[in-house]
């Protein structure tokens, strides 16, 4: 009799799956055959015309997204429908669409991960993870605390995408010892999604975090002739990056509330597990070494091109990437390591850049930049800096989020001056939302890696993102209205 059940049950998943794999197709074909759509018109009476193959684009961008949502699919094999998709259709060439699969930001990704799985190797995820757990405790509040608060505190000084590299190990070292096994439960998707957000939240607060600040201080310098320092950034964007890391740890303690109050036992058991270990081991030492240099490169560079006009570093996907091929030549790895790497994780973020580029090079993005912004262009002016942080938040969940920034601060920026409206407010709105992708896995690396823990479905990943995407607006709200202007910076100009 449970047989059957269990067998009615996996037909209707399927029968669900295959339903909404048809309304990706549908949508699809809808939007690729539909009339020629009209022109985008900035504020000063300029035409964006949407080409075939920008309205080709759209229409892979809402397919894709609809198969990601509901993982009709494994997430890697919708990204390879995206690259399908724009070749069958003439979308773009096949050596454009499938070129984006290795563009730098995926083996940036490729790189992280793999110091992610040296540290699980060598036994330095389980000493970190006993270390912390003997320092927070039982209490399963402060173990999320505990790492929420050491993810945000690394974002400081390395890309989130490695931190959450580094991290996801630790969490699993740390909710082996919950006493559930693998299953998923609610600790555990607080445990892991939270990491994703959290990675996100610390990030925005210094130009080391990501790549977004530096991109968007460019363009505001170019547009608006203002040079934004890195301890000027830093100071409007720390109070925002902190607030919204314990408003994660109020909600996640709200949502995803731990089954345990406490793992009794934990703290004794956690001092015992590290005893355990032993001394720390050579490869140990040696991992962590090439980890170090490879951060302090990575964070000297940053630094160096902020303060140094001019000043050139080497891209960090080839610093990254150094540490990949030192741990080979170490000893550290060996060749079956390689089956351990998450491909579908990787392919998931070749298809989003893919997508993301797409969207980019045919002018859609863009259009849709252009007809969402001047919807606004005569409206009250916090309405008008809102609608841009909604925009970039929404874009964010499904293209880089340097792309979003790229796409939509031009536009808001020459809007702005008729509204009364400061540059500053429309940079540093965008660049808190630009972090934060809390809807879909394609938005940020550190949202991908955390679903490799199995504890929570996309659609899951999404439904808990809408909440936490409302409190992020909230705060940006905040921030404009009370908060920014107590701390000088200017809102509106005369």
Known sequence: MSVEIEMEKTASFNWVKTAWLFVGIGLFTLVYFSPVWPDAIDPLGKHFALSKAGKGAIAVFLMAGTWWVFEVVPIGVTSLAIGVMQTLFFIRPAQVAFKDFMDPSVMFIFGSIVIGLVFTKTGLTKRLAYKMLSIVGEKTSMIYLGCFGVTAALTLIMAHTAVA???????????????????????????????????????????????????????????????????????????????????????????????????????????????????????????????????????????????????????????????????????????????????????????????????????????????????????HWFVFVMSIAFFVMMMTNFIMNVAAIAISLPVALVIAPYLGVSGEAILFSSLVVAGMPFLLLVGAAPNAIAYDSKQFTTGEFFLYGVPASIILLVIVGFSVLVLWPMMGMPITVG
């Open 165 to 379: 590299a580094t991290i996801y190990p630790l969490l699993v070292a740390i909710y082996s010892l919950y006493g559930e096994g693998n299953k998923p439960t609610k600790f555990g998707k607080g445990l892991f999604i939270g990491m994703a957000y959290v990675a996100g939240a610390g990030s925005i607060v210094t130009l080391l975090g990501a790549a977004r600040g530096a991109v968007a201080i460019g363009f505001f310098k170019d547009i608006m002739g203002k040079d934004i320092g890195f301890f000027e950034l830093s100071y409007y964007m720390a109070p925002v990056g902190f607030l919204m890391t314990a408003a994660l740890w109020v909600y996640f303690m709200i949502v995803l509330k731990p089954e345990k109050k406490t793992i009794p036992g934990l703290k004794k058991r956690a001092k015992n597990l590290y005893i355990e270990l032993g001394s720390i081991t050579r490869k140990e030492i040696v991992a962590a070494s090439i980890v170090g240099l490879c951060i302090l490169a990575l964070a000297t560079f940053a630094i160096l091109k902020a303060f140094i006009p001019g000043f050139v570093a080497p891209h960090k996907t080839a610093v990254i990437l150094i540490s990949t091929i030192l741990f080979f030549i170490t000893g550290i790895l060996d060749i079956d390591d390689l089956e351990e790497i998450p491909w579908n994780i990787i392919l998931l973020f070749a298809g989003a850049m893919s997508i993301g580029f797409c969207l980019w090079d045919t002018g859609a993005a863009e259009w849709m930049a252009i007809n969402w912004l001047t919807i606004f262009k005569e409206s």
